[in-house]
C-alpha cells in the first residue's frame, strides 16, 4: 500500500520544493517535484499550505510531559518519548542523569524495556548516560556529589550487559587522560562525548584521538581559555571552534545562548557540524512554575527554569518545535537551516544516514507543521500517530 503525501513546502537538505512524497512499507520511495495525482490512489494526505520537514531528532532531553527518563517506570519514559511527537520530534535519545551508578544503570534498563517491548510510538533511539564522569567545577544542574573519574569496575561490565542499547556515553575528558574510557566506548560503539567539563585543548587530545567526537551543550557547562603563568591553553569552546573533527550541540531555547551567540557558532561550525537540542526537564510542555528538583528550589519564568533566586538556569524548559522558531524568527536562518540542525546532523552524528532527511531510501519519519510552525501532523514508519 502506498501513501502520498502533497505539500508545496517540502523542506529537503538542499532547499524547499513543491511535490508529492510516495510512503511505502515505512520508507519513503520517491520525492517527485511533479505534482500530478497518480492514477492509483491508497493513501492520500493533502498538506498543500503546510509544510512538511523530517522528523527531527531530539538527542538530548531529560524528559517532558511532566515525565521524567531518571528514577521512572518503563510506562513512564515511553510517555516522555511519546510527548515530544506533539512538537514534531520522531526520534529521541533519553537522556539519564548523573547519579548514584546502580541508580543510572536501573534507568538505563527501563529505556531497554522500552525499546524492546516498543512502548513509545516515537523511535527510541538508545539510552544516553550524562555521567558521572564529569568535572565537580562545570557541574552546572548536576549533583555534585554522584560525579567520579571513569572507574573500570563500573564501566566495563556494564557496556557488555548493554551491549546495543548505549547509544551516548558523555564524560569529562579531563577525568580521562590516557582515552581508556573513549576507548572502551569506541570499541562498543558508543558515541564518546565531552560534557560538564574543565579540560584544555591538551587534556581533550587522548580522549579525541580515541574516538570522542561531540561537544554536549556547548557553551553550557565548557571551559574556555585559562592562564597558567602567563601562558594560554585553550578550552574546550576553542577545541571545538579548532578541530573541524568534532561536532557541536547547543541549547537553542532562546535563553541559554543569546541569538548573536548561536549566530557565531553556526558562522565558525556550519550547519553540518551543529545540531539543535532542547536538554529539557521533565516538566518541558506542562504548566509547572515553582518546585524542588533533586533538592533545589527553581521557578520558571521567561521560558526558561531558573534556581530560585534567580541566579542562574536550572534547566531547559523548551520543546523541539520551539528550537525551529528560535532558529528562524529570532537567529535568522532559513527554515531548512533549521530543519538541518535539528533533525540531519543529529541523524549524521548518531550514524543514522536514513533519518532526518526526506529522500527516497529513508525512513518514513515526517512532522507537518503549519506556517506559524506549530505542529499539524507526525508520521512514523510511514503511519500517521499524531
Not at 533545589?296 to 538556569?313: M, N, P, Q
Amino acid at each position: 500500500m502506498k501513501t502520498y503525501i502533497y505539500s508545496d513546502r517540502i523542506v529537503t537538505e538542499s532547499g524547499e520544493i513543491s511535490g508529492v512524497i510516495t510512503l511505502e512499507n515505512g520508507k519513503i520511495t520517491c520525492v517527485n517535484e511533479e505534482s500530478q495525482t497518480p492514477e492509483i490512489c491508497d493513501i492520500v494526505y493533502d498538506f498543500r499550505g503546510s509544510i512538511v520537514i523530517p522528523g527531527l531528532i531530539e538527542m538530548h532531553s531529560h524528559g517532558a510531559g511532566g515525565h521524567a527518563f531518571t528514577d521512572s517506570t518503563p510506562e513512564e519514559v515511553a510517555s516522555g518519548c511519546d510527548f515530544f511527537l506533539s512538537h514534531g520530534a520522531t526520534s529521541i535519545l533519553p537522556t539519564v542523569t548523573a547519579g548514584p551508578f546502580d541508580r543510572m544503570s536501573a534507568a538505563a534498563k527501563n529505556i531497554r524495556l522500552v525499546m524492546d517491548k516498543q512502548l513509545s510510538r516515537a523511535n527510541v533511539l538508545g539510552v544516553h548516560l550524562e555521567g558521572p564522569y564529569l568535572s565537580k567545577k562545570q557541574a552546572g544542574a548536576q549533583c555534585p556529589d554522584y560525579i567520579s573519574s571513569p572507574k573500570p569496575e563500573e564501566y566495563i561490565p556494564f557496556l557488555k550487559e548493554m551491549k546495543g542499547y548505549i547509544r551516548r556515553w558523555d564524560f569529562a575528558p579531563e577525568n580521562d587522560p590516557e582515552g581508556k574510557f573513549a576507548k572502551a566506548l569506541r570499541d562498543a560503539g558508543v558515541l564518546a562525548a565531552a560534557a560538564h567539563t574543565d579540560s584544555t585543548y591538551e587534556e581533550m587530545l587522548p580522549s579525541i584521538e580515541n574516538g570522542l567526537s561531540l561537544v554536549t551543550h556547548l557553551y553550557s557547562c565548557t571551559s574556555t581559555v585559562t592562564r597558567k603563568g602567563g601562558f594560554r591553553s585553550l578550552g574546550v569552546i576553542e577545541t571545538a571552534f579548532l578541530l573541524d573533527s568534532l561536532f557541536v550541540e547547543i541549547i537553542a531555547d532562546g535563553r541559554h545562548l543569546p541569538k548573536e551567540l548561536i549566530r557565531m557558532i553556526v558562522k565558525i561550525k556550519g550547519r553540518e557540524k551543529t545540531a539543535l537540542i532542547t536538554d529539557s526537564l521533565d516538566i518541558a510542555g506542562t504548566d509547572v512554575t515553582c518546585g524542588t528538583m533533586s533538592g533545589t528550589d527553581f521557578i520558571v519564568e521567561d521560558g526558561v527554569c531558573k534556581l530560585k533566586d534567580r541566579s542562574a538556569f536550572a534547566g531547559s524548559v523548551a520543546t523541539s518545535d520551539r528550537l525551529l522558531a528560535v532558529m528562524t524568527r529570532e537567529c535568522g536562518f532559513s527554515l531548512s537551516d533549521a530543519v538541518f540542525m535539528a533533525s540531519t546532523t543529529p541523524a549524521n552524528i548518531l550514524s543514522l544516514p536514513q533519518k532526518g532527511r526526506i529522500r527516497a531510501g529513508a525512513d518514513a519519519d515526517l512532522a507537518v507543521l503549519n506556517t506559524d510552525l506549530s505542529v499539524r501532523a507526525v508520521f512514523v514508519w510511514g503511519e500517521e500517530v499524531y
